[in-house]
């Protein structure tokens, strides 16, 4: 007699007496179509007693395959943890060091080449003056992040993983703003996640200065009041370089317009998961573990080929692997070759350990307790060049829209006026021409491969500082490129290519040599012309 398939919680969807501890809404629509399909044209061993081979999945399972609402995905976390990698002689280990048992100079080399070697773990990199693991459970994060008003836009970013987004959305993630699921503040996610209504919603890159803002210690404070603020998180130093500030708060690229929108803050309830991914637009970016144990599982940009990649309409590139379920058999199904895969790193990330993740590096993450963590984002010397060649894609875009106007009529000093604004192409003007400074051995060609020369290494601070001091320090770098200058630059050397000849629907590599041909000096002087 066939089994009866019951839901229950806390995993919506989840059914007794299914063929599989894993048969969820998830693992369901990775296969697709599998709900109309035979027990037997998926599963080949394995099948409990009455259950037979011919049977429709979606008679035997039917929550899963006919009930499985957005409600309930919102609910949903996995079943259990990450399936063990098979394929031993792959796994690598990932460098974890004290920083007082490095020199400075050698901590820094190491960071500057990460994208070559791999993660970096910095344990305990606060050490005790900044990091008190019991102000970071969930109930002390609850009592701080306590609203003090009534809350108001901008609301917390939440994420949940939908299995229909995998293959076509960033890391598999169904975004949302909180007050879409009733979430105005922390405190009420933190509640919805532990109720089980959101316990699959993580809080993911949600500024922390717009979501807890005692969580950063923003400004400098005098030694007798430090003790107010010990448990406010300064900027690390090992990092004391951003490019993507070097313009201040008008010419932020990336970050939203304003210096504190970044870093980001992320609490998940155990169970849940990010898809393997890539962060977007060549940023390496650092992890700080304030709460519990995530699992990580980084692999080089090398091993690309292996997760069965994905290019969405909007031309961004998603993998269809499962690299935290390596032999489930949906990875052969969508072609991926996880088994060829030659290097991968795996490790947890413990509270007050900090881990930098290299650009270009696809990774997945599971958080095996209740955890919170904080990132940043960020661009150094040693991915510039890297985050200018994805910026001069943008300025692709918008050279072919130029060229489109222009078609149709548009006057050149009314687009050169238009375009200049674009902070996309204030931010190439400016940082384009820092590489263009440097030496030889540490630059290539913009319009070429990634660059193979070994890049300057940014010196770390002997201590962590001000969120605020930070963001300043950033400013320096912008050398009289001052946001409103940089617009002025672009202007003229849009103004010298619309002078240098016709511009027609050409290849958009060949319409960003001329773009880069013309320097900004000889822009301004066809200007003044």
């Known amino acids: 007699m066939p089994m009866t398939c019951v839901d229950h919680g806390p995993f919506a969807c989840h059914e007794d007496g299914c063929p599989s501890t894993m048969i969820t809404c998830y693992a369901l629509a990775a296969r697709l179509s599998a709900c109309n399909l035979n027990f037997g044209e998926i599963w080949k061993v394995g099948l409990p007693d009455g259950i037979q081979v011919d049977q429709p999945v979606h008679h035997q399972c039917a929550a899963s395959c006919s009930r499985c609402t957005a409600d309930e995905l919102r609910a949903t976390v996995a079943v259990s943890e990450p399936r063990r990698w098979p394929w031993p002689s792959a796994l690598q280990p990932v460098e974890s060091v004290f920083a007082h048992n490095m020199s400075a100079a050698a901590l820094a080399h190491r960071i500057a080449i990460a994208g070559t070697v791999g993660p970096l773990i910095i344990r305990q990199a606060y050490g005790e003056a900044f990091f008190r693991p019991e102000a970071w459970s969930r109930e002390a994060l609850r009592n701080r992040c306590a609203p003090t008003a009534p809350p108001a836009p901008p609301w917390p970013t939440i994420a949940y993983r939908e299995p229909a987004a995998i293959g076509k959305r960033w890391a598999g993630l169904h975004f949302d703003n909180g007050a879409a699921q009733g979430v105005r503040d922390l405190v009420s996610l933190i509640d919805a996640q532990d109720a089980g209504r959101l316990r699959g919603v993580v809080l993911f890159d949600s500024p922390a200065n717009r979501t807890c803002p005692p969580v950063l210690l923003r400004a400098n404070v005098e030694d007798n009041e430090r003790h107010k603020l010990l448990d406010s998180l300064p900027a690390p130093r090992f990092f004391p370089r951003d490019f993507e500030v070097v313009l201040g708060s008008e010419g932020l690229w990336r970050k939203g317009g304003a210096p504190m929108d970044d870093p980001d803050l992320f609490v998940s309830k155990a169970g849940t998961q990010t898809h393997v991914h890539i962060d977007a637009h060549c940023t390496r970016f650092w992890m700080l573990g304030l709460s519990g144990r995530k699992l990580w599982r980084v692999l080089p940009p090398d091993e690309v080929s292996n997760l069965a990649p994905s290019r969405n309409d909007k031309g961004g590139e998603h993998f269809l692997a499962d690299v935290l379920d390596p032999t489930a058999e949906a990875n052969a199904d969508v072609g991926a070759q996880l088994g060829s895969v030659g290097r991968l790193f795996e490790f947890e990330l413990a509270p007050g350990d900090l881990v930098l993740i290299p650009e270009g590096w696809p990774h997945a993450v599971h958080n095996l307790d209740d955890t919170v963590a904080l990132t940043y984002n960020f661009v150094d010397e040693a991915n510039l060049e890297?985050?200018?060649?994805?910026?001069?894609?943008?300025?692709?875009?918008?050279?072919?829209?130029?060229?489109?106007?222009?078609?149709?009529?548009?006057?050149?000093?009314?687009?050169?006026?238009?375009?200049?604004?674009?902070?996309?192409?204030?931010?190439?003007?400016?940082?384009?021409?820092?590489?263009?400074?440097?030496?030889?051995?540490?630059?290539?060609?913009?319009?070429?491969?990634?660059?193979?020369?070994?890049?300057?290494?940014?010196?770390?601070?002997?201590?962590?500082?001000?969120?605020?001091?930070?963001?300043?320090?950033?400013?320096?770098?912008?050398?009289?490129?001052?946001?409103?200058?940089?617009?002025?630059?672009?202007?003229?050397?849009?103004?010298?290519?619309?002078?240098?000849?016709?511009?027609?629907?050409?290849?958009?590599?060949?319409?960003?040599?001329?773009?880069?041909?013309?320097?900004?000096?000889?822009?301004?002087?066809?200007?003044?012309?």
């Open 386 to 529: 890297c985050y200018v060649r994805s910026l001069r894609a943008h300025v692709g875009k918008l050279l072919v829209k130029l060229v489109s106007q222009l078609a149709q009529g548009r006057g050149r000093q009314d687009a050169a006026d238009a375009f200049s604004q674009h902070t996309a192409l204030a931010y190439y003007e400016h940082l384009s021409e820092h590489v263009a400074r440097r030496s030889p051995r540490h630059r290539s060609g913009l319009g070429g491969a990634a660059s193979t020369t070994v890049a300057p290494v940014d010196s770390i601070l002997e201590e962590h500082i001000p969120w605020d001091t930070f963001a300043a320090r950033q400013h320096q770098h912008a050398a009289g490129h001052e946001r409103g200058t940089a617009s002025q630059r672009v202007r003229a050397r849009l103004l010298a290519l619309m002078e240098s000849g016709p511009l027609t629907a050409e290849p958009v590599e060949a319409l960003l040599d001329r773009f880069d041909a013309w320097s900004s000096a000889r822009g301004a002087a066809k200007e003044e012309l």
